[in-house]
C-alpha cells in the first residue's frame, strides 16, 4: 500500500458542467425528496453540489494512492445554491495526506464557480485509507466541524426518518452519475470486504440534508451555507433500511443559526456524526 506524497498541492481543473432542470428534479427524485422546489428542478438539493467536481475528486485520489479510500468526511460551504441553466467551472487540488493511528486521510479541496466568475461553493472531501501510515503528514488537514458530547446528548428539536428503498443506489447511481461498484454489485462490494450492497455516501448525506433543508431552513436551499458530517458506519443496503436524522441547536455564530445533526438507521447505530449545518436567516 503506497502512496504518493509527491501529489500534493497541485490544482486541476474540471470540464464545464451544464445545468437543466432535468437533471436537478432525477436527482430530487432518486433520494425521495418531497421538497417542491427540487422534485420541479428548480433548486439543486445540497449534495447535488458533488456532481459537478465527482471525477475529479476521483482521479486525484487514485493519483496517490491505488488503496480503496472510503468517503471518511464531506465538508461543504456554500455560497449560492445550484439552478438550472448554470455553467460550472471547477478545480480541485489534493490539500493533504495526513496519518493517524486509524489510517490516513486524504484531503482534497475543490471549487466551484459560475459562468460568471461568482464562487457557488467550496467543498472539503476526505478519503479514509484504514491500517494505513506514511512517513509524515504532507499538506494540510479538512477544516474541523467536531460536534461536543454534550450537544448531542440533549434533546433534539426535530428529526426526520427517510426510508431507504432496495432500488435506492441505482436510482441515485442514474441520478448522480457514481457507479461505483460497491454500491451496485454485490460480488463487488465483497471483494473489497463490505458485507452488502454499500449506500453511497453521499446518498445517505442527501437523507440528512433533507431533514436540515425540511426542518431547520423552512424549505429555502438558498438558507443553507454550510453541510459537513463524518460518515461513522457504513449503511448497508438491506430489506427495512432507514436513515432516521436528528437536529440539534447549538449558539448562533456570525449571525448564522449553527444545528448538529447526527443520523443513525434502525439498529439506533450512528452512521452519521459529528454533523453540522450554518444557517442564514
Known amino acids: ?28 427524485a432518486s433520494i425521495d425528496d418531497t421538497n417542491p422546489r427540487h422534485l420541479e428542478g428548480r433548486f439543486a438539493p445540497p449534495v447535488f453540489a458533488h456532481c459537478p467536481v465527482m471525477q475529479a475528486t476521483v482521479e486525484l485520489l487514485k493519483s496517490v494512492t491505488d488503496a480503496f479510500a472510503f468517503h471518511g468526511e464531506h465538508d461543504f460551504h456554500f455560497h449560492r ?13 489534493l490539500q493533504g495526506v495526513i496519518p493517524s493511528p486509524a489510517g490516513v486521510s486524504i484531503v ?4 466551484t464557480q ?3 466568475g ?25 477544516p474541523g466541524h467536531r460536534v461536543p458530547d454534550q450537544v448531542t446528548a440533549g434533546k433534539p428539536f426535530a428529526e426526520l426518518t427517510c426510508p431507504m428503498a432496495l432500488d435506492q443506489t441505482r436510482r441515485y447511481a442514474d441520478a448522480s452519475r457514481d457507479y461505483s461498484d460497491y454500491a451496485l454489485v454485490l460480488e463487488a462490494a465483497r471483494a473489497k470486504g463490505l458485507d452488502g450492497i454499500l449506500a453511497h455516501g453521499m446518498l445517505t448525506l442527501c437523507f440528512a440534508g433533507r431533514a436540515v433543508i425540511d426542518k431547520a431552513c423552512g424549505g ?9 458530517c463524518r460518515f461513522s458506519r457504513p449503511v448497508y443496503v438491506v430489506p427495512n433500511q432507514a436513515i432516521t436524522t436528528r437536529l440539534f441547536r447549538m449558539e448562533r455564530r456570525d449571525g448564522r443559526e449553527i444545528v448538529a445533526f447526527e443520523s443513525y438507521d434502525p439498529a439506533g447505530t450512528a452512521v452519521l456524526k459529528h454533523g453540522i449545518a450554518e444557517i442564514a436567516p
Not at 445554491?81 to 487540488?93: V, Y
Not at 429555502?220 to 459537513?228: G, P
Open 220 to 228: 429555502d436551499t438558498a438558507r443553507l451555507k454550510r453541510l459537513a
Open 118 to 142: 461568482k464562487p457557488v461553493n467550496d467543498q472539503y472531501m476526505t478519503g479514509f485509507v484504514a491500517k494505513a501510515s506514511v512517513p509524515k503528514a504532507a499538506g494540510t488537514p479538512a
Open 81 to 93: 445554491p445550484i439552478e438550472p441553466g448554470m455553467h460550472l467551472f471547477s478545480t480541485a487540488t
Open 114 to 116: 459560475g459562468a460568471d
Open 108 to 111: 482534497i479541496k475543490t471549487q
Open 1 to 28: 500500500m503506497k502512496f504518493d506524497l509527491s501529489k500534493v498541492g497541485p490544482t486541476i481543473e474540471t470540464e464545464e458542467f451544464r445545468v437543466n432542470t432535468v437533471r436537478l428534479a432525477q436527482y430530487a
